[in-house]
């Protein structure tokens, strides 16, 4: 058995497949565990500070869930307003401050590289809950865990990502994982949000299949699953940007009733106008299964970085 305890979750390229299967399994034990009863006792006493400088709904109170359903406590800082980073302290010092009160931190900041400097300056688990446009790898772990709840296997996968490829740490996570089980992936963009080049360039160094395209229909034609990402204004300097672009793929029930092969949709929300709510009721929109999955993989994480067999 691999050990993760004391580790900080930083990277999608961090984990082994071996640490992924590990983790599955002990978030389909946890999920098990937690049809029978309400909670566990195993983190009794021990405190997950979640420190949050953007907006999140899932990420936070999943984890603030997960630790919860596991006999431990919380303490939350919900947005940078509410704490002295609004005084000009530092991701370092406000991370070396939290750990004298918590046993792991969770930490979702707008700037790349942020969780890094938190786990650095942090002598206890630091979990990256999103960097800006950089990494959200409990994402890509839960999203693992879900394809192949939805598809019944890792193998052979042909992957659709489509959206805002540029920005979306959700995606940038993912592919790191999704290369180790050898997908194929098309990716889906208008060409001003294109998959980074480094990103592309390092898959292809791993021998990884990848299609860049703009015609959503014809990858989907050779896909098990679309991963669909919001387009992410935050993210643009000038909206005139973010308008050209927005509405640009659509997911609605046209598109559902075109579609010729069997095909899981994904999101890992909140979604904006990229899939119509009149999709929700097709069997293979998988987007809200996802988010509660979120919990038991989360919950296995939180597990194992304190150092529990589970
Ligand atoms: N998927 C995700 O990161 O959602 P939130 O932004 O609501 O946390």
Known sequence: MLSLKGKDILHGNQFS?????????AAAYL????????????????ILATLFFEPSTRTRLS????MQRLGGGVISMA???????????????????????ADVIVIRHPR?????????????????????????????????????????????LAVSMVGDLKNGRTVHALVELLSLFQARLYFVSPLELRMPEAITFSLKQKGIEIEETEDLPKAASKSDLIYMTRIQKERFEDLSGYERVKGHYVIDENFIAGLKNKIIIMHPLPR???ISQK??????????????NG????????????????
Request: glycine share 6%; hydrophobic share 40%.
């Open 112 to 156: 790349i590289g942020s969780a890094k400097e938190a786990a650095d300056a942090a002598p206890i688990p630091v979990i990256n809950a999103g960097d800006g446009a950089g990494q959200h790898p409990t994402q890509a772990l839960l999203d693992i865990f879900t394809i192949r709840r939805e598809l019944g296997s890792l193998k052979n």
């Open 279 to 292: 999709v929700d009721d097709y069997p293979g929109a998988a987007y809200f299964r996802q988010v509660r």
């Open 17 to 25: 497949k071996r640490e992924i299967e590990e983790i599955m399994k």
């Open 63 to 66: 984890f603030e869930t997960a």
């Open 295 to 310: 919990v038991y993989v989360r919950m296995a994480l939180l597990a194992m970085l304190l150092g529990k067999r589970v």
């Open 79 to 101: 947005s940078p307003e509410s704490s002295s980073a609004a005084k000009g302290e530092t991701v370092a010092d406000t991370a070396r401050t939290v750990s004298q009160y």
């Open 31 to 46: 999920e098990k565990e937690m049809k029978r009863k309400d909670s566990l006792n195993l983190l009794k006493g021990k």
């Open 272 to 274: 904006v106008d990229e």
